[in-house]
């Protein structure tokens, strides 16, 4: 069986972003369970802000093309979110919006989330961790009719909680990624 490959998407383009952080321990705790990764930047996929007369006038841009065949190229899809004002930020929530519009040759609109394997995660400041951005993540994905396990990570107090190589300091939260990266790959493998 080939090699079972996961896309790793933080939410952040922000220098020292801990979302950025998360996505890099949890794409090394899937690296060491044998998955080929793929940990992609959204700064490298800049999109203008949807606008469906832009789309009728141009057509869905080039990038939002190639990250949703970037996505079709994988099995599964973790990604990692900021909170902004209890939800996701515009960031996110504009690139999925765009990736929903792609229509390749004989596939239907958004196709490339129908059962296709989503997990979340969210590191914030504060007590919550970012659980509300997830809540509003799992809906929207949900609505594209994604597959998002049920395993999530609300990484709170953020700012406390890595060392200085970057490693989660406290246990809790190491298991609760661990734990997140085994479902996400027993439910991956399962869809293979
Ligand atoms: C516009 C804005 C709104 C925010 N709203 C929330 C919020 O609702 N909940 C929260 O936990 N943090 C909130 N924050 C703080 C972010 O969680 C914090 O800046 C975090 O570090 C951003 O993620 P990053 O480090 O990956 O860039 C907000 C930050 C910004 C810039």
């Not at 040759?105 to 969210?122: D, K, L, M, N, S």
Request: positive net charge; proline residues 4%; contains cysteine.
């Amino acid at each position: 069986m080939s090699a079972l490959k996961i896309l790793v998407i933080p939410g952040s383009l922000r220098t020292g972003s801990l979302n950025a952080k998360l996505a890099a321990v949890a794409a090394h705790a899937l690296g060491r369970e044998g998955v080929d990764v793929t940990r992609i930047s959204l700064g490298d996929f800049p999109l203008p802000i949807y606008d469906g007369d832009l789309q009728a006038k141009s057509g869905v841009p080039k990038h939002a093309i190639n990250l949703k065949r970037m996505m079709s190229a994988h099995h599964g899809v973790l990604i990692v979110t900021p909170e902004y004002n209890s939800s996701v930020p515009a960031l996110l929530k504009n690139t999925i919006d765009w990736i929903s519009r792609v229509q390749d040759p004989h596939e239907t609109r958004g196709q490339v989330f129908r059962g296709r394997v989503f997990a979340i995660a969210a590191a914030s400041g504060n007590k919550l961790g970012g659980a509300r951005a997830l809540a509003a993540l799992r809906l929207i994905l949900s609505a594209c009719h994604a597959q998002v396990i049920p395993n999530q990570l609300a990484l709170a107090f953020a700012e406390d909680a890595y060392d200085e190589m970057d490693h989660l300091k406290q246990a809790v939260d190491s298991d609760a990624l661990k734990a997140l990266v085994r479902q996400l790959i027993d439910v991956s493998q399962r869809m293979m």
